[in-house]
């Protein structure tokens, strides 16, 4: 059984920056897709950035490009999430997700909570202004 543990949320005055980390218990995704998502209180799950593990391919959304990096480190078999220049409505709480399919090298994962089926249980990040 997979196990994602995120760490690394809080809070922070906009523009400030914070690093979240995504830790997994067996790091078999060498080859699909992992992400991260987040959630603020009464909207649906947003998809923020994704990383196919093979390629090396990123997806992020129209909200966070430019300002927000994924990355990952396969010897520490760990994601993280690079936030800079956060604003008040970066405020949610953030899950990591992970894919068990293998996907090719050129694959770009999309923002879609129906494909991932493993997820951390969220950490918190507050932003205010």
């Known amino acids: 059984q997979v196990q994602l543990v995120e760490s690394g949320g809080g809070s922070v005055q906009a523009g400030g920056s914070l690093r979240l980390s995504c830790a997994a218990s067996?790091?078999?995704?060498?080859?699909?897709?992992m992400g991260w998502f987040r959630q603020a209180p009464g909207k649906e799950r947003e998809g923020v950035a994704f990383?196919?593990?093979?390629?090396?391919?990123?997806y992020y959304s129209d909200s966070v490009k430019g300002r927000f990096t994924i990355s990952q480190d396969n010897a520490e078999n760990t994601l993280y999430l690079q936030m800079n220049s956060v604003k008040p409505e970066d405020t949610a709480t953030y899950y990591c997700a992970a894919d068990s399919r293998a996907v090719v090298g050129l694959y770009i994962c999309p923002p879609d909570t129906n494909k991932y089926n493993y997820w951390g249980q969220g950490t918190q990040v507050t932003v205010s202004s």
């Open positions: 990383i196919n593990t093979r390629g090396g391919n990123t």
């Open positions: 067996v790091y078999t995704y060498r080859r699909t897709c």
